[in-house]
């Protein structure tokens, strides 16, 4: 068994090249110039594909770094590509460069040790990551980091509403049945097949089960029928009053998005505390949309860039992950004229001049404010995802 341990180290260490250890930064930056980056990317929002576009931009304008965005409606699409490489024995350059990820495609990448690094301490801007009160960027979904992936922007789920048709919207799960009862058809989700579905009932999950501590740990044969019983007791009461109920489900969340436009539905959830305020920006939502968390929290995680061990051009993967934490880039990234997604840094980190660029940023009555948003929630195992929706699948698709 010892030897077995050693050679697990052994080999472990010869995928782990020396820069990860101690090459100083600007043998990075000189090794970086004149790749191209294949930045494996999730592309179901427009205001985040043109936020990479503008990434791309800057980094080749700085860097001598091209960045190819490779849109896919699903990360796990990367995740297959790399997996198949290590099968076919593609041990160096790989077609993924650099992948956005978080979650069960983490664990996946982690667990098969796919991943290069710990990389993020060679990269300058982590300094500034907090990393002591936003506990997800340092635990992905129960999952330590370990440096084998880096932090570039938080999500918090919040419901957005239409002020005009919600007064008084509900502030936990047994209330968000009340109201629907009282207002059937006014409430949907998006398919429970795309994560933000999936998210919508591990959300009722946490306010339901007996003891939501449990979530931490990973979901087992023995303890997932008991624990997920409220869910599903919830879940039966509400599905007939749901919109078409409960027959239908819009696909993505910008369906959903448009569902509330079009006055066909009241509230919706969302990833994104600033999706009201962008979606109000863009002409995508009407000015009398609200943001509310219920009372007890709502779950809340940070995505990530990771580097497949097997990337061509992994300098190239560092300096646009170390981009995405500059100061300016998260700043421009929180403006909620652009992505309206919150900080991952510590601001008793920067310098005054830093912190003023997340001062000066625009409001919007739409927009909450970090205590608004409340208790964040960790996200649960990754199990319990995978798990639940495919429960719901066999329960609710026959």
Do not use: C
């Not at 697990?8 to 090459?23: E, M």
Request: charged share 20%; glycine share 6%; no cysteine.
């Amino acid at each position: 068994m010892m030897l077995r341990a050693l050679l697990a180290a052994a080999a472990a260490a010869l995928l782990l090249p020396a820069y990860a250890q101690d090459l100083k930064w600007p043998d990075v930056v000189a090794k970086a110039r004149g790749q191209t980056v294949n930045f494996n990317a999730w592309a179901g929002d427009e205001k985040t594909n043109a936020f990479i576009a503008w990434v791309g931009a800057e980094v080749a304008r700085r860097y001598g770094v091209k960045v190819n965005h490779v849109k896919l409606k699903d990360t796990a699409e990367a995740v297959t590509r790399v997996v198949a490489e290590k099968a076919a024995g593609r041990d160096a350059g790989g077609t993924v460069d650099l992948v956005w990820i978080n979650g069960p495609n983490f664990l996946a990448l982690k667990e098969q040790r796919l991943l290069f690094g710990p990389f993020t301490h060679a990269l300058p801007g982590y300094a500034r990551v907090d990393t002591t009160n936003i506990r997800s960027n340092v635990v992905d979904f129960t999952i330590p980091v370990d440096g084998m992936e880096s932090p570039w922007r938080r999500a918090q789920i919040v419901f957005v509403y239409d002020g005009k048709r919600v007064r008084d919207p509900p502030r936990s799960v047994p209330e968000l049945l009340v109201w629907a009862k009282a207002h059937p058809g006014r409430l949907t989700h998006p398919s429970v097949r795309n994560f933000l579905g999936a998210t919508f009932l591990k959300q009722a999950l946490y306010e339901l089960a007996p003891d939501p501590a449990v979530l931490q740990k990973p979901a087992t044969d023995a303890n997932f029928a008991a624990v997920t019983a409220p869910l599903w007791a919830w879940y039966d009461a509400l599905r007939p009053q749901l919109w078409r109920r409960g027959q239908q489900f819009p696909e993505t969340g910008p369906a959903q998005r448009q569902l509330l436009n079009d006055g066909e539905i009241d509230m919706m959830i969302s990833f994104n505390p600033s999706e009201a305020a962008v979606a109000i920006d863009a002409g995508l939502l009407p000015d009398s949309v609200r943001t509310f968390v219920f009372a007890k929290g709502t779950i809340g995680n940070t995505s990530f860039v990771a580097i497949p061990y097997n990337a061509a051009n992994k300098e190239g993967a560092m300096i646009v992950a170390d981009f995405l934490l500059e100061p300016a880039t998260q700043a421009h990234a929180q403006d909620f004229r652009q992505m309206g997604n919150f900080t991952v840094l510590d601001m008793a980190k920067l310098t005054p001049a830093e912190r003023r660029r997340f001062d000066e940023l625009p409001r919007s009555p739409a927009l909450p404010t970090n205590a608004e948003l409340g208790t964040t929630l960790l996200e649960p195992h990754p199990s319990w995802m995978t798990r639940i929706a495919s429960e719901w699948e066999k329960r609710y698709t026959k």
